[in-house]
């Protein structure tokens, strides 16, 4: 993310649109000299992360039998971004502010055991050990565009179920109007909660009818195996049509609320960053564009931005839950 917000007097410039270009376009002796001017905070970070080119891969998600959704929207043909990409280019504030941070500092998150626990209004508040919640539904393999806010995008195959699902199962209530999700904060755990850019726990929150849009997808895993810390492990949520700060990582506990929950980014920048923020290339963030982003490990520095979609391409499955909405006023 990208943040000037007076609340901390903090201009927090991650140039994420030079690191990752010039990392990929596989210029060293480009990336060195840049490294030496603007930009060099990140790329020397870039370059510290491709020490760690051996990202710890977790393992294989158990049970195995995860199955190829039929949701609509739920496949695509675009290229998979590399597992070594998507694990180890991370936005998780909790373990440093940098990219590179996560996949060196996310070991001290505890996975298991793991409880995440509903309530709120609901018929049927509970508590769910992470193996209960892997069993409540078969496991499907979903390959989503994840567009990030910052102007970059990744193809990735998630493995988990509509998180509708588990809704259903706890019984919301009729004023039940929004989902709020809470990510875990335990300095114990997480070395970072003490920077002041973010409140902690990370909120974030969906309205009902997006909560219970079969593309939301409550996860465990990606690329067939069980989702490495830096990614949000043991569970996390992936809502693809919209920005990825959206899709908060390691949910402890989930609530169903009547008002329209304080997200943490929004509570943060609120100008920069809506409520909604559905992936919209006709609305600019105040400090630069939306219209165009670039794919991780695919478009090198030189390649020409690709246009990005509206609804992040999901357009068709979920535009009827705007129409008739001002989406310049709710970004
Ligand atoms: N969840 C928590 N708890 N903390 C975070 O900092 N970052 C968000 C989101 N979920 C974040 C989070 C942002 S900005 C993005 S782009 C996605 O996670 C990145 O997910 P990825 O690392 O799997 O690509």
Redesign the pocket.
Known sequence: ?LIKTDRQGFDHPIPSEIAPAAAYAGRRGFLKALAAGAGGATLAAWAQREAFAQVQRPGKLAPLNTIKSNVAGATTVEKLTPYLD?SS??????FGTDKSD?VRNAHTLKPTPWTVEVEGLVKKPGKYALEDLHKLAGLEERIYR?R???GWS?V?PWVGYSFATLAQRVEPLGNAKYVEFL??ADPKQMGYLNTRI?DY??V?GLRMDEAMHPLTLLTFG?YGEVLPN???APV?IVVPWK????????IVKIRFVEREPKT??NKSAPGEYGFYSNVNPNVDHPRWSQATERRIGEDGLFAKKRKTLMFNGYEAQVGQMYAGMDLKKFY
Do not use: D, H
Request: charged share 15%; with cysteine.
């Open positions: 993310m998507a280019y991370n936005n998780y504030y909790e996560p994840l990030c806010v910052e990744m990735i990510t875990l973010l726990p990370y974030e990606m830096q990614n949000g996390r920005y990825g700060f959206k899709s908060g990582k390691s943490a980014w």
